[in-house]
């Protein structure tokens, strides 16, 4: 997919003070162009930055080049969820749900500032279900075992309804309680990617790579890639080259081999959001089997409710995929059973659809029976390791396995990993009602910002939380190049309320207009390009 930015000159691009700076980090790598990286890592989402952050805290030169920008796809389109699988309990993986819930715990630990506890209910309504999910909780319980957030128990029908107040009281014998994690995603990507830039690694966006360089043994020894914004072509030399692209997974491993088999089996995930007043709960509602056998949640997120997900099968992948108005329904007609006072279509703020990169048999890419969300770690034979599967919750799992890999195949020499207590920021506040406690330390920074200009501190919009103040620091500090980058992924704006999120465009295009230096010409087309964009949201 080509990427326009029009009446952007590259080095009109940041003026940025501190923090991320894409100006600085290209032309560091234009001048160290014969600098031989230990890893170059291809694909800016969840499992790739979170490689690159495993890479460079071991000390290693490490390099992450994304095509558009930082969490653009599947990281920023999840359920929200820091969870152990619950439904995977029910089929049998107990290795996985483990294995996620110990990697809960220290998602939890390490990013306090971005991670919540969240309590869920189960509503249930035969004696057979209280039953079951009972015990199915206790045991979920014991998996988790001193990473526990909360012990599950069952509660009666009186209890439940005073949690959920809008759950469908007809046929309810009452509610099984239990704990998982929730969390913004996207901004846990770009605490990783400050992360890994402290450590001294490289991140770039809008960065794609386009070949792979190899030498006369077919080995592969570096990358081809084209900055975007000024069409510069780069020739990159490292050591070992990671393909961690998710979804586009297999595009990659076409640059390696064309005739490389399939090993991604592409999955829609569609969520809807909501205003609070349906739920007006700080419970969230698991539903774990649908009419056709799904998982839905009904959660609690930023002062929204987010309901979802489905699970259609794709055969083609896109990096802006788009609801099926049969996923909408559902999850539509799906609430309406629960709930007292059913959301309609009119009533969505807003609807995100996002790819699983599920791991498929190569041999079998067709079959659904091995699709799984597990990772796979895979070797070519010219040297291209590739990471595909998994999930946001194993995310630093995937990476140390990654990284370890590499090790033990020669590509690296060996180094410990210490991401397990490896913090994404420093966070000495503690107070998690203030809302700018999703910046870390840095919502000083912030508030230094509103106490210099006053008028900065008033929110763009009454219906959205966001101020001209963390717009600015956004801009300053995050490595934005379009509306789009700050309303869908650095802000919250697109998921929360699009058709808001719409018409406040031209002031977010006029603020970074005035603090990059752009002209009229740019917020016009920018302001057009993201009004499109929202159509696919609403």
């Known amino acids: 997919m080509n990427f326009v930015f029009p009446g952007i000159s590259p080095y009109n691009y940041c003026k940025i003070r501190s923090g991320m700076n894409r100006q600085k980090f290209v032309e560091e790598l234009k001048k160290q162009s014969g600098i031989i990286w230990d890893i170059i890592v291809i694909g800016g989402g969840a499992t790739g930055l979170g490689v690159a952050v495993d890479g460079a805290s071991r000390g290693y030169k490490t390099l992450l080049l994304e095509q558009s920008d930082f969490a653009k796809g599947t990281s920023s389109r999840s359920t929200k969820l820091v969870h152990g699988g619950v439904r995977y309990m029910a089929q049998g993986d107990l290795l996985l749900v483990m294995e996620a819930l110990h990697e809960r715990g220290t998602m939890l630990k390490n990013a306090p500032h971005l991670t919540f506890n969240q309590e869920f209910v189960i509503p249930v309504y035969t004696l057979w279900d ?26 009666n029908r009186e209890k439940t309804l005073s949690r959920l107040p809008l759950l469908q009281p007809e046929g309810l014998k009452g509610g099984v309680v239990y704990h998982d994690g929730q969390f913004d995603d996207s901004r846990m990507a770009f605490a990783l ?228 207590n490896l913090k994404l920021t420093t966070f000495t506040r503690t107070n998690s009602s203030d809302r700018l406690h999703i910046y870390g330390d840095h919502s000083i920074d912030i508030e230094k910002i509103i106490t210099e200009n006053p008028d900065l501190g008033m929110t763009i919009d009454p219906r959205l939380p966001y101020t001209r103040a963390e717009i600015l620091w956004i801009c300053r500090n995050e490595m934005p190049f379009t509306i789009e980058d700050i309303l869908a992924r650095r802000t919250r704006a697109l998921f929360l309320n699009a058709r808001a999120s719409a018409e406040i465009a031209a002031k977010v295009a006029d603020l970074m207009a005035e603090e990059f230096g752009y002209d009229l010409k740019w917020q016009k087309e920018q302001v057009e390009s993201y009004k499109g964009l929202v159509k696919n949201y609403i």
């Not at 209280?130 to 199915?136: H, P």
């Not at 595009?251 to 969520?271: F, M």
């Open 130 to 155: 209280t039953i079951m999910y009972t015990v199915g909780l206790k045991f979920y319980d014991l998996l988790a075992g001193r990473l526990s957030m909360g012990k599950s128990y069952f509660i």
């Open 193 to 420: 990617a400050q992360s890994c830039v402290d450590k001294g690694g490289m991140v770039l966006n809008y960065f794609k790579v386009t070949g792979l360089l190899k030498n006369e043994n077919g080995k592969i020894y570096g990358i081809r890639a084209k900055d975007i914004a000024s069409g510069d072509e780069f020739n990159l030399k490292a050591s070992l080259v990671i393909n961690a692209t998710g979804v586009f997974a297999d595009e990659v491993a076409r640059l390696d081999n064309p005739e490389s088999k399939p090993t991604i089996k592409p999955s829609q995930g569609v969520h809807i959001v909501i205003n609070k007043s349906f739920l007006q709960s700080d419970s969230a509602i698991m539903i774990p089997q649908t009419d056709d056998g799904r998982v839905l949640f009904a959660i609690p997120w930023y002062n929204e409710v987010v309901i979802g997900t489905t699970d259609t099968q794709l055969d083609t992948i896109n990096i802006e995929p788009v609801a099926l108005e049969k996923e909408i329904n559902f999850i539509l007609k799906t609430a309406e059973k629960y709930l007292v006072k059913p959301p309609r279509r009119e009533d969505i703020l807003s609807i995100f659809a996002g790819l699983r990169p599920l791991a498929a048999n190569p041999d079998n890419p067709a079959s659904t029976k091995e699709v799984s969300r597990r990772h796979k770690i895979n070797l070519s034979s010219s040297g291209l390791l590739t990471i595909i599967g998994g999930k946001w919750t194993t995310y630093r799992r995937m990476a140390e396995e990654t990284i370890d890999r590499a090790i033990k195949a020669g590509f690296l020499d060996g180094k410990k990993c210490i991401t397990s």
